[in-house]
């Protein structure tokens, strides 16, 4: 099974066609050679295999990522007890 987390670009590279993105703490550089659409900082997109697919709303985007937060969370309390 394949999880695409929703990822916000914090720095976009145009010479370099990729953008930074930050993905729950975690900042990488990705390509953003398939995109079709110009991506600026704040945009949340998903990844896969190191390259930006689309760009997502952001309303959907904040609401995936707190559905992650909590199974995260009830993970850990279930190693946790």
Not at 13 to 41: K, Y
């Given at each position: ?13 145009n010479?370099?066609?990729s953008?930074t ?13 398939l995109?079709?659409?110009?991506l600026a900082?704040?945009?949340?997109v ?12 952001r309303?959907?985007a904040?609401q995936s990522l707190?559905?992650?937060q ?7 309390n279930?190693?946790?007890?």
């Amino acid at each position: 099974m394949c999880l695409s987390i929703p990822s916000q670009v914090v720095a976009v590279d145009n010479e370099r066609q990729s953008v930074t993105v930050d993905t729950l703490g975690v900042r990488r550089d990705v390509s953003s050679h398939l995109m079709t659409e110009p991506l600026a900082i704040g945009d949340y997109v998903l990844i896969h295999i190191g390259f930006v697919m689309n760009k997502i709303d952001r309303n959907d985007a904040l609401q995936s990522l707190e559905l992650y937060q909590e199974i995260v969370s009830k993970l850990e309390n279930e190693t946790t007890h």
